[in-house]
């Protein structure tokens, strides 16, 4: 298993607990340069009623508020799916070195699925990989969605 491939087994372990809270199955971890997980965050918005509580969102600021600084240079974001607009602008904004994400959103997604926001000319543009463990992440989401299908299906 690459390096990669173990951090987004976190963010997987993250992504769990968003459904376990009948939140959409998104998670993230931000990693600093010395491999410590410094910001970790899962679907909130459902439980907070916060169109901004995105599992990116949420690592990002548990990390620069962990390091006292919202330049997060040197770090990396990993996160189960291709990240929005929203989210695709916090991530250049908070100057991550590089983004790793697993599964791609057709409806939404700002890396390459829907747009390319970093094929812009932004002032930072990060390393982006894509694809990591992308059928558990997408495994995640598409058990999410049958069971929300079926529990719909009952009442």
Known sequence: MTLDEEYMTQALERARRAAELGEIPVGAIVVDPDGNIIGEGWNLREHL??????????AIE????????????????????????????????????RLVYGA??????????VVNLF??????????RSRIL????????????????MSQDDE
């Open 134 to 149: 992308m059928e558990q992440c997408g495994g995640v989401l598409t058990e999410f969605f049958r069971e929300l299908r």
């Open 62 to 97: 548990q990390a620069a508020k962990r390091l006292g600084s919202w330049r997060l240079t040197g770090c990396t974001l990993y996160v189960t799916l291709e990240p929005c607009p929203m989210c695709a602008g916090a991530v250049m904004n908070s100057r991550l070195k």
């Open 104 to 113: 791609f959103d057709d409806k939404n997604g700002a890396c390459s699925s």
């Open 49 to 58: 009623q916060s169109p901004t509580a995105h599992a990116e969102i949420l």
């Open 119 to 128: 094929e812009e000319r932004f002032t930072h543009i990060p390393f982006v």
